[in-house]
């Protein structure tokens, strides 16, 4: 006989199922037990092991509300045909070799339903009947739990981040700026004020870019088809340049958060001439088109670059070149290139640096939108 054990985990109820002895009143126990197993608003389903696979006898209303599936679609079919995705089959097999062996399972597990893929705490409790082994197997869904503690895990690291960029790099020109301040009792004190106004446009333009850093790393909710010529144009109009050239070579709409995708290029612009000797000559367009392009919906998947003809990013470098802090320039925070990765992944993008065709730095979007 088995009966049912409620239990707190945090807010959220979650059951135990657990043999017991034999009670002379059997019926009236089924009765009991069944109308429980009913009520449980977790996903239980009670199932046969016939050469090692879990064949359905009965689901709860709870299995039919997570996964779809109505009792009489899938009574008497293997379990695993149903609810287990390709690549957890061997997980399955190993969980139900151990129901089997009559082992209780207790795991946390991805598993389809009506609404894709979602994370369960998984409780499998094996009993024998008749000379047949059985199992109930409860399915709690952690999904919503696992997200929040991802996101969580997420903005902790973004204070981590915000704290080490604050106190490293504001405490040098803070020091600078009370360092001259001491001299302005001096006679010729004006170069002192002018180098307290640079550290204090330093400072600024650290907290600026920090704050951008956390900011755009919440992914994007709303988008739109955006001319690349408009957007290139526009990051261009920002950037002081001399001499230096913006070209785009192909004309294509990219479906963005056009603000975001405006810091994106002006940072890569930025990036561009601050780092190599002018004029530079810096390239915007579609990257493989023919051969990275599939059909989604009517638009299609590519890749764009934006790439310069300056002294290029060394190989053993370019791994490292997204990393907070990492800067070759004495006037830089080291944060452009880092807010360009995390508006990227904003977007469902990935990005990488590779030589562009003059020997100059390039960098490819990929899996992006492109009209």
């Given at each position: 006989m088995l009966r049912i054990l409620q239990s707190n985990h945090g807010q959220r109820p979650y059951y135990t199922l657990m043999s017991t002895p034999k009670f002379t009143d059997e019926p009236r126990q089924e009765s009991r037990f069944r109308h429980l197993f009913n009520s449980i608003q977790d996903a239980v389903v009670e199932l046969e092991i016939i050469d090692g696979e879990p064949i359905v006898r009965s689901v709860n209303p709870g299995f039919e509300d997570?996964?779809?599936?109505?009792?009489?679609?899938?009574?008497?079919?293997?379990?695993?045909?149903?609810?287990?995705?390709?690549?957890?089959?061997?997980?399955?097999?190993?969980?139900?070799?151990?129901?089997?062996?009559?082992?209780?399972?207790?795991?946390?597990?991805?598993?389809?339903?009506?609404?894709?893929?979602?994370?369960?705490?998984?409780?499998?409790?094996?009993?024998?009947?008749?000379?047949?082994?059985?199992?109930?197997?409860?399915?709690?869904?952690?999904?919503?739990?696992?997200?929040?503690?991802?996101?969580?895990?997420?903005?902790?690291?973004?204070?981590?981040?915000?704290?080490?960029?604050?106190?490293?790099?504001?405490?040098?020109?803070?020091?600078?700026?009370?360092?001259?301040?001491?001299?302005?009792?001096?006679?010729?004190?004006?170069?002192?004020?002018?180098?307290?106004?640079?550290?204090?446009?330093?400072?600024?333009?650290?907290?600026?870019?920090?704050?951008?850093?956390?900011?755009?790393?919440?992914?994007?909710?709303?988008?739109?088809?955006?001319?690349?010529?408009?957007?290139?144009?526009?990051?261009?109009?920002?950037?002081?340049t001399t001499g230096s050239e913006l070209r785009v070579v192909d004309e294509f709409d990219l479906v963005c958060d056009s603000d975001r995708l405006s810091r994106l290029v002006e940072n890569l612009f930025r990036n561009a001439i601050d780092h190599n000797e002018e004029p530079v000559t810096v390239r915007v367009g579609t990257h493989d088109t023919m051969a990275t392009a599939t059909r989604t919906g009517g638009a299609e998947k590519t890749a764009f670059y934006i790439a310069d003809d300056g002294r290029g990013i060394p190989k053993s470098q370019r791994d490292q070149v997204f990393e907070l802090g990492e800067t070759s320039s004495r006037e830089g925070t080291g944060l452009g290139l880092p807010i360009v990765e995390r508006i990227a992944d904003a977007h469902g993008w990935d990005v990488q640096v590779a030589e562009s065709v003059s020997g100059g730095a390039k960098f490819i979007f990929t899996n992006v939108e492109i009209r």
């Open positions: 997570v996964f779809g599936y109505a009792p009489a679609d899938i009574r008497g079919e293997s379990l695993n045909d149903f609810i287990v995705p390709d690549e957890y089959e061997d997980e399955a097999a190993d969980l139900d070799s151990r129901t089997s062996d009559g082992k209780y399972n207790d795991a946390v597990l991805t598993r389809a339903t009506a609404d894709g893929e979602r994370e369960f705490l998984y409780r499998g409790v094996p009993y024998e009947q008749g000379g047949s082994r059985y199992a109930f197997a409860v399915y709690s869904d952690i999904t919503d739990q696992k997200q929040r503690e991802a996101e969580l895990e997420r903005k902790n690291q973004q204070l981590d981040e915000f704290a080490s960029i604050l106190t490293h790099d504001l405490r040098n020109p803070i020091n600078i700026a009370e360092g001259y301040l001491d001299q302005l009792d001096e006679p010729d004190n004006q170069e002192c004020i002018e180098l307290i106004e640079q550290a204090h446009d330093r400072m600024k333009e650290i907290i600026d870019d920090t704050l951008t850093l956390t900011k755009e790393a919440q992914a994007v909710e709303e988008v739109e088809a955006i001319s690349i010529t408009k957007l290139a144009q526009s990051g261009w109009e920002l950037v002081e």
